[in-house]
């Protein structure tokens, strides 16, 4: 998997193929957060084929596909974002 030497690494490095003689691109550092959404299924078999998965996805969250539109629920959802914006020191949605 591709993308799991480059989040453990924290660098990208650009290669070209196709047989061309090119100036090989350098090296960059990456400080990225991955989100990976699917099925639980997926995850399941993903942890199972692959040791390093779950050391760097260590975070697993089991959200329901709806939520009722009640002024409540849409309170506490709108208070969840404002953590996250303040927590990792985003633009507000009104400053984008």
């Known amino acids: 998997m591709v993308i799991s030497s480059i989040l453990r690494s924290n660098s990208l ?4 193929s196709g047989g061309f003689r090119t ?3 350098q090296k960059f550092s990456l ?9 639980m299924e ?13 050391q760097i996805f260590k ?4 959200l329901e596909n709806t939520l009722p539109l009640t ?5 506490q ?3 969840l974002i404002k953590q996250v914006i303040i ?8 400053k984008l």
Do not use: N, T
């Open 23 to 25: 100036i090989k691109p």
């Open 87 to 94: 927590k990792e020191k985003l633009l507000p949605f009104d």
């Open 77 to 79: 959802y709108s208070q």
């Open 59 to 62: 975070i697993q969250a089991d």
């Open 31 to 39: 400080d990225v957060k991955v989100i990976v959404i699917g099925e």
């Open 42 to 54: 997926a995850f399941d078999q993903l942890c199972e084929s692959r040791e390093d998965f779950k």
């Open 71 to 75: 002024p409540s629920v849409i309170k």
């Open 13 to 16: 490095e650009i290669q070209q």
